[in-house]
């Protein structure tokens, strides 16, 4: 079972100018007619401005069309670098860690439009990570590659800058069909790849994920986070309502879950504010909190990677019990019953 969600509505202009100026760039290196990218002057964009995440899928597919380059999504993301992303790739260079600075890029995609549910696990000694851009399945097939890659290469070219020139990725599952690129990616990603996963998987190497970065840097380190925090949390409340944005904040959150309290510290309200604004909404923390815990609940047992002891510990819950309990409340299934594949759907 997919859980399918959009956050937004694609013809909302939230996209940070640089995307589109970007792939033009690109485009024009490559030799094409960049003239034909856009159906307007994106040249004259406002350093503020932002544009409709439709209007940029078109502009992939153009560029692709006008390129002849398949995987154009690899060459974006070369491009796609530390002084691209501002104050979040400032925050990456001075992280402490590898896996900090990718938790400061994760919060850069947010920033700047990119609607992605990001999840980051725990796998024996590596970590696996999900992401899947949440446009809905109209996105073509060729803009979702193009995403992709991008990201990844992305992440590829930052991490072997700033661990001079160590390899992250151990395997990388693709969303979709090979169609003869799998050799051009496991030469790319150095790498094996595999296809036709339900998301983008990546496993990370445990010893590059945890390697220090720097030392000695903890005030910097800790200004730079909690300076990007309050911009993706201005940004996230700017592009959403009070749920919305509460679902999003939940959903970019690895391992315990922030409480009423914290939440609403985070977004300058009282809980008490925060309580009265939700019910507004005919909504509560509370409820908003099931419904994504619920989610992540459904694709860890799903995927059949854990045990139910895990995912109950993953999500937050004392003990499996508790989480057997709340479960059944939400499904009227347990989850033994979800994850053995007892039931087929939901």
Request: aromatic share 10%; glycine share 8%; hydrophobic share 35%.
């Amino acid at each position: 079972m997919r859980i399918q969600e959009t956050t937004f509505k694609r013809s909302k202009p939230v996209l940070t100018r640089d995307y589109p100026l970007l792939l033009q760039k690109l485009v024009k290196q490559l030799g094409g007619d960049t003239s034909q990218l856009y159906d307007k002057n994106i040249d004259t964009l406002d350093r503020n401005d932002r544009v409709a995440p439709v209007e940029f899928m078109k502009s992939i597919s153009r560029a692709i069309e006008l390129t002849g380059e398949p995987h154009l999504g690899l060459y974006f993301g070369r491009h796609w670098d530390v002084a691209t992303m501002g104050v979040f790739g400032q925050a990456a260079c001075s992280s402490q860690t590898v896996g900090d600075a990718l938790r400061q890029l994760i919060k850069y995609y947010g920033f700047s439009g990119l609607s992605l549910r990001i999840d980051i696990q725990r796998s024996g000694v590596e970590y696996l990570v999900n992401f899947d851009p949440l446009y809905g399945d109209e996105i073509p097939e060729e803009v979702k590659r193009f995403m992709v890659e991008a990201i990844l290469s992305s992440t590829m070219m930052i991490v072997g800058m700033l661990t001079k020139g160590a390899k992250l990725f151990k395997a990388i599952g693709m969303p979709f069909v090979d169609d003869g690129h799998c050799k051009v990616y496991e030469e790319f990603f150095g790498c094996p790849v595999y296809f036709e996963k339900d998301d983008c998987e990546v496993l990370f190497d445990h010893n590059v994920y945890e390697a220090v970065l720097h030392r000695g840097n903890d005030t910097l380190s800790h200004f730079n986070q909690d300076y990007t925090d309050h911009l993706l949390i201005d940004v996230v409340r700017k592009m959403r309502s009070l749920p919305g944005c509460i679902r999003q904040l939940l959903q970019n959150t690895h391992g315990q879950f922030p409480t009423l309290e914290d939440m609403a510290n985070c977004l300058h309200l009282s809980p008490r504010t925060l309580c009265r604004r939700l019910s507004e909404h005919d909504t509560s923390y509370q409820a908003l909190l099931n419904e994504v815990r619920k989610q992540r609940a459904l694709e860890y047992l799903t995927g059949r990677r854990w045990s139910v002891e895990k995912v109950a510990n993953q999500l937050g819950f004392s003990d499996a019990s508790n989480f057997r309990r709340a479960f059944k409340q939400w499904t009227g299934l347990t989850p033994g019953a979800v994850r053995d594949g007892v039931v087929n759907d939901m």
